[in-house]
């Protein structure tokens, strides 16, 4: 099986390639796009700022090789989010996969921090990506922005209010968590995207 890693100007590449290689996976980081067209599966993993990115996947014609990939596709935080349509993080027009806004996180108490970081659970959870789980599972967030509960929500997570922990649509498939740094219940679901057919 052939796994590829988009490879552009975001963090966070390097160690969903780890994740793997404790799966057994040998996955190719790569910006080539006939090589994105030909993997089995793709990852869109990603730390950053949603505008800056933007402007480079558009620079470099990554955008719409995104969206014409028809194999199992995995996005991963900003890689989620940027398969969105729209970010308030530098009012950024993105890539519209899943038809619907990233906000940014509004402190309703002392008590809320912005950003949303650490583990928390996810639950209604919805997709393939989550076979097996059977119960709330704590996986671990990292973010300052989320995407609203919505027709795509494949997992939600409460954090201030409810939110879009993961989305699916046909072939897409994205968390806002980091499945690589979510140990064991992290493992499994990056294990089941590897499986989808």
Same mark, same amino acid.
């Given at each position: 099986m052939k796994v590829a890693i988009i490879k552009y100007n975001a963090g +966070?590449? *390097?160690? !969903? =390639?780890?994740?793997?290689?404790?799966? /057994?996976?040998?996955?190719?980081?790569?910006?080539?796009?006939?090589?994105?067209?030909?993997? =089995?599966? !793709?990852?869109?993993? /990603? !730390? /950053?700022?949603?505008?800056?990115?933007? +402007? *480079?996947?558009k620079a470099t014609g990554m955008d719409e090789l995104i969206k014409s990939l028809r194999q199992p596709v995995l996005g991963i935080c900003l890689g989620m989010q940027l398969m969105c349509r729209y970010s308030e993080e530098g009012e950024a027009d993105c890539l519209g996969i899943f038809d619907v806004s990233v906000k940014r996180f509004v402190s309703q108490r002392q008590e809320d921090k912005v950003p949303h970081m650490g583990w928390n659970t996810i639950e209604q959870t919805n997709s393939e990506l989550f076979k097996g789980f059977t119960h709330e599972e704590f996986v671990y967030f990292v973010h300052s922005f989320y995407v609203p509960v919505c027709e795509f929500t494949s997992a939600q997570t409460n954090y201030i209010q409810p939110f879009s922990a993961a989305l699916h649509k046909d072939n897409f498939y994205a968390t806002q968590f980091h499945p690589e740094k979510s140990g064991e219940a992290g493992e499994r679901i990056i294990k089941n995207f590897l499986e989808l057919r």
């Open positions: +966070n590449i *390097h160690s !969903v =390639d780890c994740a793997l290689r404790r799966l /057994g996976v040998e996955a190719v980081i790569t910006a080539d796009k006939e090589l994105l067209r030909t993997a =089995d599966k !793709v990852i869109f993993p /990603g !730390v /950053g700022e949603a505008e800056t990115t933007m +402007n *480079h996947l």
